[in-house]
């Protein structure tokens, strides 16, 4: 199993407290290390490098807050990582997997973008400056989604390639906006976002849980090893699953372009997506759909992140993705 090192903490940290400009500049650098500097097209929006593994590793290396932390704390025995001037781990986390997985001698293809967060800017302007990608890829990862286990792919609606993620170990939710976004639909390959251990994203309160992050490097290495069994997996529209972004109330509930019909997980009547609400199983975490008339009984919001879960108690006060992060 692999361990949170004092080495791992120092680089979270130093990757923490940087600001985006100087993370661009520290990541074109980096990169040079252990990629061809002919493979490496950098520029003030986003990084785009071409490796040796048909697969490309995506992150964005802006966050919400104005200012990078200050003093950042972690506690060891529930691995958790956190700042009252808020960690940023959306999306540091995802850039220090891409790190940690290079320094372990694999080398995928890599995009970093700029300025998601207020847009997605840099993956704007990578597809408008690439209009098709310009490596071999099979499929490509974000890693930038909160909690445990999640796999996200937006528009994407081809099920053979959300099979394959979901035999890694990772469960179907629903998400609002990432990078992949822009870039999958553009460049015609499916794209997935995996969850990589933030949870309170965009507040002070935000908390980072390494032993997720970790269990996610474990996975997606694997997934990098075996490249060669993996077919191409072209991006197909799904055109039931369009997201508002705007709106981060529904960050977990589709937006349908049409009329959706959800069936509730407790009476098991058909409603539309005004009288459906999303709630997360109680042992898995995966999202589930209650109608508003069961949606108030065994159900409770969780104390750490807010969500709707299922529950037997009313003592039950966290959900399936924080109850091994509780802070005593």
């Given at each position: 199993?692999?361990?949170?090192?004092?080495?791992?903490?120092?680089?979270?940290?130093?990757?923490?407290?940087?600001?985006?400009?100087?993370?661009?500049?520290?990541?074109?650098?980096?990169?040079?290390?252990?990629?061809?500097?002919?493979?490496?097209?950098?520029?003030?929006?986003?990084?785009?490098?071409?490796?040796?593994?048909?697969?490309?590793?995506?992150?964005?290396?802006?966050?919400?807050?104005?200012?990078?932390?200050?003093?950042?704390?972690?506690?060891?025995?529930?691995?958790?990582?956190?700042?009252?001037?808020?960690?940023?781990?959306?999306?540091?986390?995802?850039?220090?997997?891409?790190?940690?997985?290079?320094?372990?001698?694999l080398k995928p293809?890599?995009?970093?973008?700029?300025?998601?967060?207020?847009?997605?800017?840099?993956?704007?302007?990578?597809?408008?400056?690439?209009?098709?990608?310009?490596?071999?890829?099979?499929?490509?990862?974000?890693?930038?989604?909160?909690?445990?286990?999640?796999?996200?792919?937006?528009?994407?609606?081809?099920?053979?390639?959300?099979?394959?993620?979901?035999?890694?170990?990772?469960?179907?939710?629903?998400?609002?906006?990432?990078?992949?976004?822009?870039?999958?639909?553009?460049?015609?390959?499916?794209?997935?976002?995996?969850?990589?251990?933030?949870?309170?994203?965009?507040?002070?309160?935000?908390?980072?849980?390494?032993?997720?992050?970790?269990?996610?490097?474990?996975?997606?290495?694997?997934?990098?090893?075996?490249?060669?069994?993996?077919?191409?997996?072209?991006?197909?529209?799904?055109?039931?699953?369009?997201?508002?972004?705007?709106?981060?109330?529904?960050?977990?509930?589709?937006?349908?372009?049409?009329?959706?019909?959800?069936?509730?997980?407790?009476?098991?009547?058909?409603?539309?997506?005004?009288?459906?609400?999303?709630?997360?199983?109680?042992?898995?975490?995966?999202?589930?759909?209650?109608?508003?008339?069961?949606?108030?009984?065994?159900?409770?919001?969780?104390?750490?992140?807010?969500?709707?879960?299922?529950?037997?108690?009313?003592?039950?006060?966290?959900?399936?993705?924080?109850?091994?992060?509780k802070q005593e």
């Amino acid at each position: 199993m692999t361990k949170w090192t004092t080495a791992d903490h120092e680089y979270f940290k130093a990757i923490a407290q940087m600001r985006q400009p100087v993370l661009l500049r520290s990541m074109r650098n980096f990169l040079k290390k252990y990629y061809n500097n002919k493979d490496i097209k950098a520029t003030k929006h986003y990084i785009l490098c071409k490796g040796d593994i048909p697969i490309m590793l995506v992150a964005h290396m802006d966050t919400v807050f104005k200012a990078p932390p200050q003093n950042i704390y972690y506690d060891n025995q529930q691995s958790v990582m956190w700042s009252p001037q808020g960690l940023g781990a959306d999306d540091r986390a995802g850039v220090f997997l891409i790190l940690k997985i290079i320094k372990s001698g694999l080398k995928p293809h890599i995009c970093l973008t700029t300025d998601e967060e207020i847009g997605g800017i840099g993956a704007g302007t990578l597809v408008k400056e690439n209009p098709a990608c310009p490596f071999d890829c099979k499929y490509i990862i974000e890693l930038d989604r909160q909690g445990y286990n999640d796999c996200v792919f937006y528009t994407c609606g081809n099920t053979k390639f959300t099979d394959f993620i979901e035999s890694y170990g990772f469960i179907t939710d629903w998400g609002t906006y990432s990078d992949i976004s822009d870039i999958c639909p553009a460049w015609k390959i499916a794209g997935v976002n995996l969850s990589v251990g933030y949870f309170n994203e965009h507040r002070e309160i935000e908390t980072l849980n390494t032993k997720i992050l970790l269990d996610t490097f474990n996975k997606v290495c694997k997934m990098l090893q075996e490249v060669q069994t993996a077919p191409f997996f072209e991006y197909i529209a799904n055109p039931r699953a369009a997201y508002s972004w705007i709106n981060t109330y529904y960050s977990s509930f589709p937006y349908a372009l049409d009329n959706v019909n959800y069936q509730c997980s407790k009476c098991h009547k058909v409603y539309g997506e005004d009288d459906i609400f999303p709630v997360k199983a109680r042992k898995t975490g995966k999202t589930k759909y209650y109608c508003l008339n069961c949606v108030s009984a065994g159900i409770n919001w969780c104390k750490r992140c807010g969500e709707a879960f299922e529950t037997e108690s009313d003592t039950d006060d966290f959900c399936p993705d924080c109850i091994n992060i509780k802070q005593e």
